[in-house]
């Protein structure tokens, strides 16, 4: 088994790190710089950050965000949100993003993963799925855009094939059903996902509790784990985390 990555996830807006549940009600969960640091010192693998309204907003990723954040770490730095041209990319590469996440511009122009991915190379490209469940879909699961707040009437493991086939490095699925509930991740949705690609997955979405990161892993076939409410508010520090999981037998970075 392939060493499992713990990364916090730092959803931006108005230049703090929020949390909300189910994408909406938004609690204030501190400072970036000061959070990107300390999850460098409890050692993170690596450090999302999310610019949750920028797509909303119609805008770009603050670059100052970023490059204030890149200046503190030296951990890979994964950026998502209001990405939708290879400029874009380019832009958050030259201030310090290790990779790009894209979601609703990939959905829109799907050509834009395999012009990404043959440009920085697919490592550094990850498409985000957000998902709810949808008995009308094949698998169950429909893709949602838009910050999750548009429903698009396409099958969510359907879309991780075709951006596997156009390059994408990762998939990053998180579960609107789950988001922020600390009930755990959604093992079915998660593991959907990772049953029908071969690219490593990041589950994102709901972890709560130590044994929700253990089931990320064996029941959701996740090879990274993406978390903000536990660890924001201090419920857990990454190498607990990471402490539990080698004790289970998961093979994790303890340096």
Request: hydrophobic share 45%.
């Amino acid at each position: 088994m392939a060493v499992i990555k713990i990364i916090p996830c730092l959803d931006m807006k108005d230049g703090r790190v929020v949390k909300g549940v189910h994408f909406v009600d938004l609690r204030d969960a501190g400072d970036p710089v000061e959070n990107a640091s300390f999850y460098q010192k409890e050692g993170a693998d690596e450090l999302a950050m999310l610019d949750i309204a920028a797509t909303v907003e119609g805008r770009k990723t603050r670059l100052s965000w970023v490059k204030q954040v890149s200046a503190v770490i030296d951990i890979p730095l994964i950026v998502g949100g209001g990405i939708s041209t290879l400029e874009d990319m380019e832009a958050l590469f030259e201030v310090g993003a290790a990779k790009i996440s894209v979601n609703t511009a990939a959905f829109y122009r799907p050509q834009l993963v395999k012009e990404a991915s043959e440009r920085f190379g697919k490592e550094k490209i990850i498409v985000a799925i957000d998902g709810r469940r949808n008995e009308k879909m094949p698998s169950g699961f429909e893709v949602v855009v838009s910050g999750g707040q548009k429903p698009v009437g396409k099958d969510a493991v359907q879309w991780a094939k075709e951006c596997e086939a156009l390059g994408a490095g990762e998939i990053l699925p998180t579960s609107m059903d789950g988001d922020g509930t600390l009930a755990g991740y959604d093992i079915p949705f998660t593991r959907a996902i990772a049953e029908a690609v071969s690219v490593p997955i990041i589950a994102s979405g709901g972890a709560g509790k130590l044994e929700h990161f253990y089931e990320g892993i064996v029941e959701g076939k996740a090879q990274a784990l993406l978390a903000a409410s536990v660890f924001h508010f201090r419920t857990f520090t990454v190498r607990q985390v990471k402490e539990y999981l080698k004790q289970k037998g998961i093979e994790v970075n303890l340096s």
